[in-house]
């Protein structure tokens, strides 16, 4: 079974900060890990993905994340908060093959960055 | 770059009616699209993967006879809400996969839909 959890609900940081959002994975199969930002009222954005190349994955918006098999997690950082940044983060795990894209969605964080 | 889009972004329905939702992948051809409900200030839930030219996959507890997908085309899948009830309100957001099922390829999210069964 395929299970996502993301540590801490709510995010905290002051504009400039480092973001650290913690999500943690569970799967029987090579994971591909996802992280999507979703603004109020509307769909999902990708940040970026890992697809079993470089560990370290970088996205937009200077947003980075490590994938770290040993400690299951993929942890999604970004050096300086925006107020931008603003939003609600998920991370996803999905599986390969027929079964790619077919993803399951952690609880999600929401990020509030404060002036 | 790829998008995909819902139709419509908002809707309320009357209680006992259908209402249908797109889900249109603009410029790539999706073999396979998937669909989501997310319920206030929750997760996102997969409900079923639709392919096209076959029957929908539904996950353990979505009920078929009330979310019937139709995926007739390579570019449109559908998702109608049978016999509405509120319980039923909900965001519902679609995904797009292209033909191939490659990591190199991106899944696309469209803007999601917002039900409100009164």
């Known amino acids: 079974a395929q299970s996502v959890t993301q540590l801490g609900s709510h995010v905290s940081v002051s504009e400039g900060a480092l973001v650290l959002l913690r999500c943690n994975y569970s799967?029987?199969?090579?994971?591909?890990l996802f992280w999507y930002v979703q603004y109020p009222n509307q769909g999902l954005q990708l940040l970026l993905k890992y697809t079993s190349a470089a560990t370290l994955v970088k996205g937009i918006n200077d947003f980075e994340a490590e994938f770290k098999k040993s400690e299951t997690s993929f942890h999604l950082t970004k050096p300086s908060a925006h107020m931008s940044d603003a939003a609600e983060y998920f991370c996803?795990?999905?599986?390969?093959?027929?079964?790619?894209?077919?993803?399951?969605f952690g609880q999600g964080t929401i990020l509030t960055v404060h002036p | 770059g790829a998008v995909v889009s819902q139709h419509p972004s908002r809707v309320i329905c009357k209680s006992g009616t259908s209402v249908k939702i797109e889900c249109r992948s603009l410029?790539?051809?999706?073999?396979?699209m998937f669909w989501y409900r997310q319920f206030p200030k929750k997760s996102l839930m997969l409900m079923a993967t639709s392919n096209e030219g076959s029957k929908a996959t539904y996950e353990q507890g979505v009920e078929k006879d009330k979310f019937l997908i139709n995926h007739a085309s390579l570019t449109l899948s559908t998702l109608t809400v049978t016999s509405a009830h509120p319980e039923d309100s909900s965001f519902y957001i679609c995904?797009?996969?292209?033909?191939?099922?490659?990591?190199?390829?991106?899944?696309?999210f469209g803007e999601g839909s917002w039900l409100t069964v009164v």
């Open positions: 410029d790539f051809q999706a073999t396979t």
């Open positions: 995904s797009a996969r292209t033909r191939q099922a490659d990591s190199g390829n991106t899944i696309y």
């Open positions: 996803a795990l999905g599986a390969g093959g027929t079964s790619y894209g077919k993803l399951t």
């Open positions: 799967s029987s199969v090579p994971p591909y």
